[in-house]
């Protein structure tokens, strides 16, 4: 099982920040909740506040859990751990990403979505029953 955490960044508007994946990279063309693998002894929290600075160059706040997806890409099992995050300072420039936008929850289901994130799209959007 590889751990990964996601960030749901909310900026001062309330909109919610995603990433579309490059070109080369598993789920390409896909957006997602920027995040990344949780290191050995690294707390969730950590590894956005590390993966947003080294991918987005931006600086973040994770201040609440979100929920947790376990989520099978054929045998590799992915556990997305998500943690809503204030946005706190820096340009947004993109690595590991070819475009981003910052959206309304609304506005969410408009956008192809990596199948692990698609359940946080779902709770964010209110179309969850659990």
Known sequence: MIEVAAAIIENERG?????????????EGMWEFPGGKIEQGESAEACLRRE????????IRPYAYFGVNDHYYGATHIRLIAYIATYVSGVITLVDHDDYR?????ELGE?????????????LMGRMND
């Open 15 to 27: 909109q919610i920040l995603i990433a579309r994946r490059k070109k080369g990279k598993s789920q």
């Open 52 to 59: 947003l600075l080294e991918e987005m160059q931006i600086e």
């Open 102 to 106: 910052w959206v309304r929850r609304e």
């Open 111 to 123: 956008f192809d979505f990596a199948p692990a994130d698609v359940r946080f799209v779902e709770a």
